[in-house]
């Protein structure tokens, strides 16, 4: 089986952490893959990637001829791609060098039509106390209370998410609607719509294996309060947006609401009572304001959608 890895880049200044995707992509246990590498219209940076890479036959390279986003950029590379499966990487990530082998075990030993792992945090400023883990999805990485082990999921990361490329292609791949190519810069959740339309479609879930891990680098601007809070308000904002494009989407947030309220608060105020410390509850207090911050998102998206 054939694995197609689409990495997305435009930035010449993230060139160097673009590197450290590919280079984790070419470092792959699994021999059958190639790369594919898609330039959101930016020629310096196209013509450093062809330097680099160009004269490898397992790397695709293609430029945009103008900036047209993330996920037109993916439908592309999902088009220029040749693998069974495609799979999609963002390019401030490092991928383990088993990854693309366990999305392989999930399409061969589960007969998964779509598959992703979990994301871990690469601090590169230093991981601050006061965020609670449960609130990690605001850093794009996977959060305390997402599933507990392997098996089927509505999705995960689209920095870690890969689908059967028939599956993908006969669903038209992601909507570029989703992520502001209408108007609407501030909305999210493009592998959320696309793994319900696939569900839909073939009716199958995602299948999650822990154990393909991706490691997301969080820079120190993603770690500031003000930074959260406004990543906070707009996750709760494109909850909405998504209870309006895919039946069901918010089941899965009233799961871990519940969750939140009935076991990990209880649990951090136990933990507070019995063993103080001034990052419990800098973390107890930033899950309340969080919270908040979510759930005003939301009430803001029913007078848009």
Same mark, same amino acid.
């Given at each position: 089986m054939k694995v197609s890895v689409v990495v997305c880049t435009y930035a010449l200044d993230m060139y160097d952490e673009f590197v450290e995707a590919v280079e984790s992509v070419l470092a792959q246990g699994y021999d059958d893959l190639e790369l594919v590498v898609v330039v959101d219209g930016t020629e310096a940076v196209y013509e450093r990637v062809v330097a680099d890479y160009g004269d490898r036959e397992d790397v695709v390279v293609h430029c945009n001829d103008e900036n047209v986003g993330l996920l037109v950029s993916r439908n592309t590379g999902a088009e220029l791609a040749s693998g069974d499966v495609v799979a999609f990487l963002d390019d401030d990530v490092i991928a383990d060098e088993r990854w693309a082998e366990r999305l392989v075990a999930a399409y061969e030993g589960h007969d998964a039509i779509a598959a992703g792992g979990r994301l871990v945090p690469e601090w590169v400023a230093g991981e601050p106390e006061f965020l609670p883990e449960e609130f990690y999805f605001l850093i794009g990485v996977t959060h305390r209370g997402f599933a507990e082990g392997p098996g089927e999921v509505r999705n995960t990361f689209g920095s870690n998410i890969s689908f059967r490329r028939d #599956?993908?292609?006969? #669903?038209?791949?992601?909507?570029?609607?989703?992520?502001? $190519? *209408?108007? +609407?810069?501030?909305?999210?959740?493009?592998?959320?719509?696309?793994?319900? $339309?696939?569900? $839909?479609? &073939?009716?199958?879930?995602?299948? &999650?294996?822990?154990?393909?891990?991706?490691?997301h680098k969080i820079y120190d601007y993603r770690t500031e309060p003000g930074w959260?809070? +406004? $990543?906070?308000?707009?996750?709760? &904002?494109? *909850?909405?947006?998504?209870?309006?494009? #895919?039946?069901?989407?918010? +089941?899965e947030e009233r799961a871990f609401l519940r969750r939140l309220v009935l076991e990990f608060v209880p649990g951090r105020v136990k933990g507070l009572v019995t063993a103080p410390s001034v990052a419990k509850l800098e973390q107890l207090v930033m899950l309340g304001v969080l919270t908040a911050a979510v759930g005003l998102g939301y009430l803001y998206g029913f007078t848009r959608y």
């Open positions: #599956v993908f292609l006969d #669903v038209g791949g992601f909507d570029p609607a989703i992520g502001g $190519r *209408k108007g +609407d810069a501030n909305l999210q959740g493009g592998e959320t719509e696309l793994a319900a $339309r696939v569900r $839909r479609e &073939y009716g199958e879930a995602l299948w &999650y294996d822990p154990e393909a891990l991706v490691a959260l809070l +406004d $990543r906070a308000f707009w996750q709760g &904002y494109s *909850k909405r947006a998504m209870e309006t494009f #895919v039946p069901d989407a918010g +089941d």
